[in-house]
């Protein structure tokens, strides 16, 4: 037996079924949408588990940090028990030697240690918890994408369907057709072939209607809207192939006709049942008068959002002002253009059929960095991170009367004045963050040349008024660093604390000498103790008081220390109660890097890439 040629043809069986398929959707463009339907609802499915599942992941972060805020407050009740215990144990031991504070020593340093980590976990989890959000929030965005992509498929469909039936309804179609008709015995045989051939038209149109409508591919559908649109068929030609008497009595005529439907441009959806927009093109205008439009249009919202602000939209060539942009336009093919100083243009052409939520994220450019450009990131909402000035690699000399060479391998941002207290109060109102000497209730001061803590001192009271625009004082190195921290998170950038060189290279500015200026310290230029200024001696002053460097930086002689990352604990800078000789850019500070004091702030450094 030959087998050969079965074989073959089962082996290419896989290439029939889907070479059917394939011209199953070429005649008939629903079969693909349909199929496209199918992919976007499994898609629906597991989009909307992946939503469940970081929604159950989100309410779980939710409990498990709400649960460390109750025992936070528990530990510091704990944490105040102990300490008031040990305060009175020390006034005991005043009197009496013997007084053992071992005990209440071991409790005071146990509560704070649980104080400490509790905050640590809690700070690791409010950022799991925020990282939750933004990827529930992604997630939505992807569900609401999947939505409106199956949403769109639907309008598709809906658009092909009618487009569908449009052509199967003018479709010409050829009929032959029988009718016999008794005449009155007065009329002529003319007027009875006459009057039979136009009976057999009128039954023509009648079984075409009928015909037409079980032709289509949704007759079920058709026919029950069948007696709501006319039809307007038209008889293109007809001819008699047979007419006469065939009994004597009944006159006969069979003829071919051909004949087509020319129903209105609404038809097909009032036969379908759906909306007429979709048997409408989107928009079409009159050649002769462009004011007359003579098509249906349909208007829908574009909504237009970026990664930054004070941006500039423009929309077909019309500027719609800043980011986020709701507009209303015609659907068809639009184009988006969004543009910002100092980034890449956002263009894009789209073609709207439905309401359509478009984000854009804009790019640096690269281009080349130059000395002493400012620059500040985006915090989201409208604000900005601390403003910043390029410092550019190099040789620089650094230390006293600049005896030390360094070179400078990469460029960084160097923060133009220490953070100030608006700015450090944002980031403790989004991250509810206690500070070294909340949780100790100890900021240092200088009172007559002792080291002495202030009475219930920290940022907010530091023992002086302060504005908005004052360096921000009370705060630890370990402060500094979670600010530092805070801002990497937000921008997506690098922050730090500056080394003790990194320091020392932004503030000289290229100086070799003592102060940017000069080697001797020049009253009334930098809030220092004793140097002329009306805060001397008494607080610190805004940051932006007294004349910048070259490089545009304020306060690198005076006004406050300024923590480093070094790990001794070293500040640079000098301060408004120290001596001018102090704030030489070579001369330092060193305190424990969990010590606060009302002359020591900090400024940031800002890692480039």
Request: aromatic share 8%; proline share 4%; net charge neutral.
């Amino acid at each position: 037996m030959r087998t050969g040629l079965p074989t073959f043809l089962l082996a290419l069986s896989p290439y029939f079924v889907s070479a059917g398929i394939a011209a199953e959707e070429a005649r008939d463009p629903i079969v693909k949408i349909d199929q496209q339907l199918f992919e976007k609802h499994e898609e629906l499915k597991s989009t909307t588990q992946r939503r469940d599942d970081k929604q159950e992941q989100l309410k779980k972060q939710q409990e498990s940090v709400a649960e460390l805020t109750i025992q936070a407050k528990a530990l510091d009740k704990i944490f105040a028990d102990a300490k008031a215990q040990l305060e009175s144990n020390y006034a005991k031991m005043i009197d009496d030697p013997a007084v053992d504070i071992a005990a209440s020593q071991k409790a005071y340093q146990e509560a704070w240690s649980n104080v400490k980590q509790n905050q640590k976990q809690r700070l690791f989890e409010e950022q799991l918890l925020q990282e939750l959000e933004h990827q529930l929030s992604l997630a939505n965005n992807e569900l609401e994408g999947v939505n409106q992509g199956i949403e769109s498929l639907e309008q598709t469909k809906l658009r092909a369907r009618a487009e569908r039936l449009q052509g199967e309804l003018k479709q010409p179609h050829s009929l032959s057709v029988s009718f016999t008709n008794r005449c009155q015995t007065n009329m002529t045989i003319a007027e009875c072939d006459r009057q039979t051939r136009d009976l057999a038209l009128q039954k023509a149109v009648q079984q075409f209607q009928s015909e037409l409508i079980a032709n289509t591919s949704e007759p079920q559908a058709i026919e029950a809207n069948a007696s709501k649109v006319p039809f307007n068929i038209h008889v293109l030609r007809s001819k008699a192939k047979e007419s006469g008497f065939y009994d004597g009595v009944r006159y006969r005529s069979l003829m071919d006709v051909e004949m087509q439907a020319r129903p209105t441009q609404s038809a097909a959806c009032t036969l379908l049942g759906i909306n007429k927009k979709y048997c409408f093109e989107p928009e079409r205008v009159d050649d002769k008068d462009s004011s007359v439009i003579n098509k249906e249009v349909a208007w829908v919202t574009l909504n237009v959002r970026s990664n930054l602000y004070d941006d500039k939209v423009t929309i077909d060539g019309v500027n719609y002002g800043s980011t986020p942009v709701e507009v209303m336009l015609p659907v068809g093919k639009h184009t988006v253009s969004i543009r910002k100083e100092g980034y890449r243009d956002f263009l894009e052409e789209l073609s709207i059929k439905q309401d359509h939520n478009l984000r854009a994220v804009l790019v640096e450019t690269t281009n080349p960095l130059r000395e002493g450009d400012k620059f500040a990131d985006s915090l989201g909402s409208g604000h900005q991170g601390p403003e910043l000035s390029t410092i550019l690699p190099g040789q620089y000399m650094l230390g006293e009367h600049g005896s030390k060479q360094l070179k400078l391998k990469r460029p960084f941002g160097f923060g133009i004045t220490p953070v100030t207290v608006k700015q450090f109060e944002t980031f403790v109102d989004s991250t509810n963050y206690q500070t070294d000497a909340e949780l100790t209730n100890t900021c240092n001061a200088i009172v007559k040349g002792e080291v002495t803590p202030i009475s219930k001192g920290y940022w907010r009271n530091p023992g002086f008024k302060q504005a908005a625009n004052s360096p921000v004082v009370c705060v630890s190195k370990n402060d500094a660093q979670a600010y530092a921290q805070w801002l990497s998170r937000k921008t997506n950038h690098h922050y730090r604390l500056p080394t003790e060189d990194e320091w020392e290279i932004a503030a000289r500015a290229g100086s070799e000498a003592n102060y940017w200026w000069g080697n001797q310290f020049a009253p009334s230029q930098a809030n220092t103790g004793w140097g002329g200024t009306p805060w001397s001696n008494k607080s610190t002053s805004p940051v932006t008081a007294f004349k910048p460097n070259r490089l545009g930086i304020y306060d690198t002689v005076g006004n406050v220390w300024q923590w480093t990352n070094d790990s001794r604990g070293v500040l640079k800078g000098g301060a408004w109660n120290f001596s001018p000789e102090m704030a030489a850019a070579h001369e330092q500070l060193t305190l424990s890097n969990s010590s606060a004091a009302n002359y020591a702030g900090f400024r940031v450094l800002r890692e480039i890439n």
